[in-house]
């Protein structure tokens, strides 16, 4: 299993990218997938999960609304739409898959995950 993550770049401060994650060897219509962020020195935390059923989960806290996850079953991809960035935003994401079905309360959890994406970063500016 691959997860092929994109979409990342430098943005100001207010800007949307829209990041992209296809996974092969893995249906999205079976399994959950995450969207993670991470800056040195910190954990990855967790920002938004849409699984097998198309149920959302985001970390609030983070996103405030301004995030959005969503997937195209027919192209197998799962999309993470960000609006309003801030440079707090900047981090490297990563989307992550489980390989198998966990709870859908702990889904927002690292260690649930077991296939990674290699990231992709994004950068905004002040």
């Known amino acids: 299993v691959q997860l092929q993550a994109s979409g990342g770049g430098l943005v100001q401060t207010g800007g949307s990218l829209r990041l992209s994650c296809v996974p092969s060897g893995l249906t999205i219509r079976r399994y959950a997938v995450g969207w993670f962020r991470q800056v040195p020195g910190k954990e990855r935390e967790f920002v938004a999960v849409?699984?097998?059923?198309?149920?959302?989960?985001y970390n609030i806290d983070a996103v405030k609304g301004r995030f959005t996850i969503s997937r195209d079953t027919a192209k197998n991809a799962v999309y993470l739409q960000m609006n309003s960035l801030e440079p707090e935003d900047t981090a490297v994401y990563y989307c992550a898959a489980p390989s198998n079905r966990p709870v859908y309360s702990s889904l927002d959890a690292a260690n649930m995950y077991d296939y990674w994406g290699q990231g992709t970063l994004v950068t905004v500016s002040s």
């Open positions: 849409i699984n097998w059923t198309g149920d959302r989960k």
